[in-house]
């Protein structure tokens, strides 16, 4: 059976033991039940998507509510934003497992917003969301205007809106998506996109900075380092002195030597363009004198008989392994 198929058949006994269900200590202790039985079930590799199966079937199940409903709870996160009032299951239903701790509609305007509780946070029909700019207000409204003090509020990564972020309209929306469906607050969505970015940056300069010396010049040239960024400084190197071998060496007519140029180069190499002519530079006064000594222009390397230099010179095999 597939890990979704088995997050199917969790959530359908989950949203079954939901009937009927309006408090929330109750909810919170079958939704996290069936969660844990879904951890243990699903490999993690699949988790992420076993999680939104989960989720769908209990908004499925538990449909958004335009005005408070017992066995939920008011929110605007997520969706476009748009106020509404979802099932508490799907509050608990979050790999955010501090959330699991946050009870209560009170609890839960703090965590958003970070004030104290004892702030009056709730009505009777819908939650009153604590802003910054409101307690500031109400911090200030008997202070005489000349003696008011400047209220500061720091900007916190949990208090934090999806607008702070200054994302172009299509960027923010796929943000928004991503939430929705990853059940993910924005704080939490934020710290894991830095670790991921983070991650990836570090290992592309860790990856940058090994030495290729030591690599076979028939590895170098397999799909396993196509994308190392210093695979095209060394196979240039290599091309170039393989060019060399093969004028000196190989061959004693004119004819079939080869100029050494950015395009014989690229051949040999398959690197770009731009990136083989700004390594070129570094090499240039070589490539001249080796040019000039066997007199040869690129005109040498359009062949009579239509060969190609790389079918005539095998870097691999000429230069197999790096140049010290």
Same mark, same amino acid.
């Given at each position: ?6 997050a199917s058949q969790i959530a359908l006994k989950l949203t ?31 988790? @992420? ?21 017992? *066995? ?55 939650p009153e969301i604590i802003t910054e700019e409101n307690t ?23 208090s934090m809106k999806i607008e702070a972020l200054q994302l ?9 998506? /991503?939430?929705?469906? @990853? *059940? ?8 894991? /996109? ?10 592309? /300069? ?21 994308? +190392? ?16 071998? +093969? ?7 004119? *004819? ?14 398959? @690197? ?16 001249? @004198?080796?040019? /000039? ?32």
């Amino acid at each position: 059976m597939s890990d979704t198929n088995k997050a199917s058949q969790i959530a359908l006994k989950l949203t079954t033991q939901l009937q009927n269900l309006t408090d929330e200590l109750a909810i919170k202790e079958v939704t996290l039940k069936y969660w844990d039985e879904m951890k243990k079930a699903v490999s993690d590799g699949n988790f @992420s998507r076993c999680r939104t199966v989960l989720r769908k079937a209990i908004q499925s199940a538990f449909p958004d509510k335009n005005e408070a409903t017992p *066995g939920y709870y008011f929110t605007k996160a997520g969706k476009g934003q748009v106020e509404r009032f979802e099932h508490l299951a799907l509050w608990y239903a979050t790999a955010s497992e501090e959330r699991w701790e946050v009870v209560g509609d009170d609890a839960r305007n703090q965590y958003f917003t970070g004030f104290s509780p004892s702030l009056e946070t709730a009505t009777e029909v819908k939650p009153e969301i604590i802003t910054e700019e409101n307690t500031a207000t109400e911090l200030t409204a008997n202070i005489p205007a000349e003696t008011k003090p400047e209220i500061t509020t720091e900007l916190t990564l949990e208090s934090m809106k999806i607008e702070a972020l200054q994302l172009d309209a299509d960027t923010q929306q796929k943000v928004q998506d /991503a939430l929705t469906h @990853s *059940g993910l607050s924005l704080a939490e969505f934020i710290q894991k /996109a830095c670790t991921i970015y983070a991650t990836t940056l570090t290992g592309k /300069a860790k990856q940058f900075d090994s030495d290729l010396s030591g690599v076979e010049t028939q590895e170098l040239l397999s799909a396993k380092y196509k994308t +190392h960024p210093g695979r095209a400084r060394e196979m240039v190197k290599r091309a170039i002195q393989a060019i060399k071998i +093969h004028n000196s060496e190989m061959v004693s007519e004119t *004819g079939d030597r080869w100029h050494i140029n950015q395009t014989a180069i690229q051949s040999l190499t398959g @690197s770009k363009p731009q990136t083989v002519k700004e390594i070129l530079t570094d090499y240039q006064d070589d490539i001249n @004198s080796h040019n /000039a000594t066997h007199e040869l222009t690129p005109y040498l390397n359009r062949k009579a008989d239509k060969r190609k230099i790389e079918d005539v010179i095998d870097v691999a095999a000429l230069v197999p392994n790096g140049i010290e």
